[in-house]
């Protein structure tokens, strides 16, 4: 089957960032017609979003308000109202910028690989500088690293990414500002509703998943462009973060790494980043870098004191967390 522009749905889950979004749909605007639809999952608590909407006045994109904010129930929301033509579901996160011809270099891929299921656009910000001594200590103890023309998974922590890319690539995993799927996937794979509100590292556990289901079925393209400006509104404060962190990656390595690789590569990679944030604050004892340790170490023993609870899906974080 060959797929068109128009086979594609866009799904954009968005809490209180109307701003964000109305940026978002405007660097795609003229290409909105030539889509099947764009669906909009509004789980703010003011009426912004909506008004965005509203001032478009473009009849394909379709506008849903839901009451629990939670990333993972909107992207399954916009999966289970699909339009009957669309054949491809993109999830965009409400902070991108489209570049020119990003939707048919998505469909290019789909229609030239062979077991494709899944194409992610590719994104580096420009002002990033890699350490590379750091960078491969991190490869080194299978922790999260960049990586020229690889997106591989070494350990439910280590999830790599590339620093350059220049060709179309396999990939074990898609990040979640930017992934689209054949509609067929979601017969019998959802998001995983377990991850509430931000929902961290929810797109990394889909990915190994579909990557486990289909091998070889996920890429990265440097051709589709796209720009993720990272906006700061609503996001989760550093302290919850650091639990949430830890927590869904636990979670997630009972579900999806629970082999033996998975559990030995488990175990270096908490070894290695122990190892790094030690050095790291001997090396420059900062207020902010014994603070960043603290919590680090904090946020592992409550893990380790709730392992039972976190395998069964409790993914709950403390309230007070400093």
């Known amino acids: 089957m060959k797929y068109n522009i128009s ?30 639809d764009v669906m909009i999952v509004d789980q703010s608590t003011n009426k912004l979003t909506y008004e965005v909407v509203k001032k478009l006045k473009n009849k394909k994109i379709r506008y849903y308000h839901s009451k629990t904010p939670s990333l993972t129930l909107a992207r399954n929301l916009g999966i289970k109202k ?12 409400d902070d991108v910028s489209l570049g020119k011809n990003y939707f048919s270099k998505l469909i290019e891929v789909f229609n030239f690989n062979k077991g494709c299921v899944g194409v992610g656009g590719y994104y580096f910000p420009k002002d990033k500088t890699v350490n590379k001594f750091l960078n491969s200590a991190r490869k080194l103890f299978f922790i999260e690293h960049w990586d020229k023309n690889s997106a591989k998974t070494f ?14 690539i396999n990939s074990s995993w898609l990040p979640g500002f930017n992934m689209a799927f054949k509609k067929e996937v979601f017969k019998n794979n959802l998001f995983d509703e377990r991850f509430f509100r931000y929902a961290l590292a929810e797109d990394f556990e889909f990915g190994t998943r579909l990557n486990k289901k289909y091998p070889n079925g996920l890429f990265i393209t440097p051709y589709a462009p796209i720009i993720h400006r990272v906006s700061t509104a609503e996001r989760m404060p550093t302290p919850k973060l650091a639990y949430m962190n830890h927590v869904n990656h636990f979670y997630i390595q009972s579900k999806v790494f629970n082999d033996l690789r998975g559990i030995i590569t488990f175990g270096v990679a908490l070894f290695g980043m122990s190892l790094l944030q030690i050095i790291g604050t001997i090396l420059l004892p900062t207020k902010t870098k014994l603070l960043k340790c603290k919590l680090y170490f904090k946020a592992l ?22």
Do not use: M, Q, W
Not at 82 to 93: E, P, T, V
Not at 303 to 310: A, P, Q, T, V
């Open 301 to 322: 023993a409550y893990c380790f004191k709730r392992l039972h609870l976190i395998r069964r899906g409790n993914l709950e974080i403390p309230l007070k967390t400093g």
């Open 155 to 168: 350990s439910v922590y280590g999830a790599g990414y590339p620093s350059k890319l220049t060709k179309v």
């Open 82 to 93: 699909i339009h009957k033509k669309s054949k491809i579901l993109l999830f965009l996160d």
């Open 7 to 36: 086979d594609i749905r866009v799904i954009i889950a968005t809490y209180n960032r109307s701003e964000d979004l109305e940026i978002t749909l405007k660097s795609f605007k003229n290409e909105i017609s030539s889509l099947s």
